[in-house]
């Protein structure tokens, strides 16, 4: 598309006369721009592009300069840039104002707003934003009033002074170096240093009541958060060794697990039996996610693991053993 963008504004130019070399230079020139990891581009692959914008958009002049020819489009007026979409392009484009759609309202995303009206003024979508997808979000849900501020303080490094509400209605106060918001199981969590328990910590973001600027030299982190989860199913980091987790799952259940891995890990080493192997750190978001599996899922290893599975499941069926109220 580089190169059909750069022929393109060649072929419209009056002004000067474009040889092959010349094309072939624009070319070049615009890729080197781009990316110097770029191959540069030969002859014989520009005489290709043009034959196919010919045969897409319009025609193409060769005109007789002595021995030589140089190129330009038949009407001085023509651009590629000014092609109406296909009805392949727009629906491609009503796909994605569809997916946009589903920003608005959330903070960061204002600006989309006004670019989604634009859009389906100009190519007449209007009235065609009935929703044909569904997505696991929840407008409402609390966190994401902090989402803007946070993102800010993340960029900018700046230290934040956080009030967290407890579970159990009490507040803690405290002094964070935000590093990294991640979502998991539609919930978003902050990563940042905990100045008074020097570690990163954990916090989830409908728990945040306040957010204020500190005057604190921000503290940065060497840590890779692209890489940081690698070993754990969810958001909670243990400082401990990852293990072999082996679960064996119902006939009816493994083939959905092998559709859907439970972690980048998984490996299949006994599909005939359901045996499901995953190399993690074991968690509370992976014990819930076992457990979420009900009967279809038995763990075989580690034993301690087994044995917390079990305990569970245990006191689950206590529970249902007494009679309702």
């Known amino acids: 598309m580089i190169r059909y963008q750069v022929l393109d504004r060649c072929l419209r130019n ?7 070399e010349d094309l072939v230079a624009a070319c070049n020139e615009a890729l080197l721009e781009y990316s110097e ?9 520009v005489y290709k592009d043009l034959n196919f914008m010919e ?6 002049e060769r005109i007789p300069d002595g021995r030589r020819k140089y190129f330009q489009w038949e009407d001085p007026k023509f651009s590629i840039s000014n092609q109406p979409l296909n009805d392949e392009e727009v629906d491609k484009l009503k796909e994605t104002i569809f ?37 696991e979000q929840n407008l409402d849900y609390t966190a994401v009033r902090h989402l803007s501020g946070l993102f800010n303080a993340i960029i900018n490094k700046q230290p934040l002074k ?15 170096h935000p590093y990294y918001i991640k979502q998991y199981n539609n919930r978003w969590f902050l990563f940042g240093l905990n100045d008074e328990r020097k570690l990163i910590t954990n916090l989830p973001l409908d728990r945040i009541k306040e957010i204020q600027d500190i005057g604190i030299p921000y503290i940065e982190s060497d840590i890779n958060f692209e890489e940081y989860f690698d070993d754990v199913v969810g958001v909670t980091i243990q400082n401990a060794p990852t293990e072999t987790i082996v679960l064996k799952f119902a ?39 076992i457990l979420s599996f009900g009967n279809q899922v038995e763990v075989l290893s580690p034993p ?18 007494t009679s309702a109220l």
């Open 99 to 135: 997916m946009l759609n589903r920003f608005k309202g959330m903070p960061q995303f204002e600006w989309m707003e006004e670019l989604l009206s634009q859009l389906e003024d100009r190519f007449a979508l209007k009235g065609q934003t009935k929703s044909v997808i569904g997505f």
């Open 55 to 60: 045969e897409k958009w319009g025609t193409i």
């Open 162 to 176: 956080i009030v967290y509400q407890k579970f159990d209605g009490g507040q803690r106060i405290w002094n964070i």
């Open 304 to 321: 301690w693991f087994r044995e917390k599975i079990a305990a569970v499941a245990k006191s689950m069926s206590d529970i249902y053993s």
């Open 14 to 20: 009056r002004y000067k006369r474009y040889y092959i």
């Open 251 to 289: 006939p009816e259940r493994y083939p959905y697990v092998f559709s859907k891995p439970l972690h980048g890990s998984s490996k299949f080493p006994d599909p005939d039996n359901g045996i499901v192997e995953i190399e993690v750190i074991p968690n509370r978001e992976l014990a819930s996610l």
């Open 37 to 45: 990891k770029n191959e540069p581009v030969k002859v014989r692959q």
